[in-house]
């Protein structure tokens, strides 16, 4: 019994099978590594019949036949392509651009904090300004209710 070199011994998984038989097939794993995706990803596609296996008598595993994946491969549909340096390049320039925004964003919340205080310290100066004009007027409101009392005479010559 010979296999190729590199290639891991699958002896408890696939007992029942001959290597001759089990070279026609890819695991999970292998099938993951060649597609560059996830296994999970090659069960997904099992699962949902978007590539062709079936499922071990024996060890309940998946096999994958080759030809399978190899046409998977290449017919790859471009959602699937896998990550270039252009889509890190994107990403980068994405994330750029989110930064300078919130850049921005961060400048003009500081600006209206500014400006909210100031309007708030502009409020409270207002409110004392109202107060003394308050007291003045209360103040003359006296004074002229004095003067009032005072007869007509008394106030004409200043008594």
């Not at 560059?36 to 071990?56: I, P």
């Not at 252009?86 to 964003?105: S, Y």
């Amino acid at each position: 019994m010979q296999h190729k070199p590199g290639r891991k011994s699958c002896v408890n998984a696939c007992a029942g099978l001959s290597w001759p038989l089990m070279e026609d097939y890819y695991t999970t794993g292998e099938a993951a590594r060649i597609l560059r995706v996830t296994e999970a990803r090659v069960r997904q596609m099992l699962g949902a019949g978007e590539l062709e296996g079936s499922r071990d008598p024996v060890s309940d595993r998946w096999r994958i036949p080759q030809h399978a994946v190899h046409a998977r491969r290449e017919h790859r549909r471009p959602s699937e392509a896998p990550r270039t340096s252009a889509d890190a390049r994107e990403w980068i320039e994405r994330v750029t651009e989110l930064e300078r925004e919130l850049g921005r964003l961060e400048g003009r919340l500081q600006i209206t904090e500014v400006a909210e205080s100031t309007l708030r310290e502009s409020l409270e100066r207002e409110r004392e300004r109202a107060d003394r004009l308050e007291e003045r007027a209360e103040k003359l409101r006296g004074e002229l209710e004095t003067e009032r009392a005072k007869g007509f005479w008394a106030r004409l010559f200043g008594g």
